[in-house]
């Protein structure tokens, strides 16, 4: 069973920056991604990557989030600069061991997910 445990979430001002990570115990990981939801809204991917480096990302973090991994530790980080109000979510790591050769594939992929991290961005 492979457990996955987010941090570095918290509370910062517009246009401020936070990195999140994520790692994963057990065996290693493909396909790896980062999700966010807001109450009442369904889970959005935010930006996914596989197990060779190949990224993906949402069209609303397009050049200001970046997604990275280190294979060696199981984890994967997400760089947030320039952040804005409407980046406000609880986001989720979430894991597959499968390896896919894109990088956005459906959530329903993903067998492993994380708690989540509070993201909160002040105006």
């Known amino acids: 069973q492979v457990q996955l445990v987010e941090s570095g979430g918290g509370l910062v001002q517009t246009v401020g920056s936070l990195r999140l990570t994520c790692v994963g115990s057990?065996?290693?990981?493909?396909?790896m991604a980062w999700y966010r939801q807001v109450p009442g809204k369904q889970r959005d991917l935010v930006a996914a990557i596989t197990s060779g480096g190949l990224t993906d990302y949402a069209d609303s973090v397009t050049g200001r989030y970046t997604i990275s991994r280190d294979n060696a530790k199981n984890a994967i980080y997400l760089q947030m600069n320039s952040l804005k109000p409407e980046d406000t979510a609880v986001y989720f790591c979430?894991?597959?061991?499968?390896?896919?050769?894109?990088?956005?594939?459906?959530?329903?992929?993903?067998?492993?997910w994380g708690q989540g991290t509070q993201v909160t961005v002040s105006s």
């Open positions: 057990g065996s290693s990981l493909g396909n």
């Open positions: 979430a894991a597959t061991r499968r390896r896919f050769t894109s990088a956005r594939i459906s959530s329903s992929n993903y067998s492993y």
